[in-house]
């Protein structure tokens, strides 16, 4: 499986972590002692959220934008290259876009 093979539904979202970050003088650090990103790009969402009258929640993000998540939010997915973090979450984990 792929990301590119997924429909999240309803409020979800498929995004991808942003990359480890090198220190200030260039060094890349391991993951083992640093806090992974919350910082993702927005691969695929699910088509809203139906409220309690039946109307349909439109999302508010949309594919390609960077967002800002909870800690602890999401669901990993693990895909066949394993060369990206991906996790689904829900709309209402994404605390903004980034600009």
């Known amino acids: 499986m792929s990301a590119n093979h997924m429909q999240p539904l309803g409020d979800k979202v ?3 972590r942003a990359n480890a970050k090198k220190s200030q003088s260039g ?4 993951e083992s002692v640093q806090e992974k990103s919350r910082e993702a790009e927005v691969v695929a969402v699910g088509l809203g959220k139906y409220d309690e009258q039946g109307k ?17 939010a999401g669901t ?3 895909t066949e290259d394993e ?5 689904i979450i829900s709309q209402d984990d994404i605390l903004g876009v980034l600009v």
């Open 14 to 16: 498929l995004i991808k």
């Open 27 to 30: 060094i890349l650090l391991p």
């Open 56 to 72: 349909l929640r439109p999302m508010h993000v949309k594919v390609g934008d960077c967002i800002l998540f909870s800690s602890y």
């Open 83 to 87: 060369q990206a973090e991906y996790l």
């Open 76 to 78: 990993e997915v693990k």
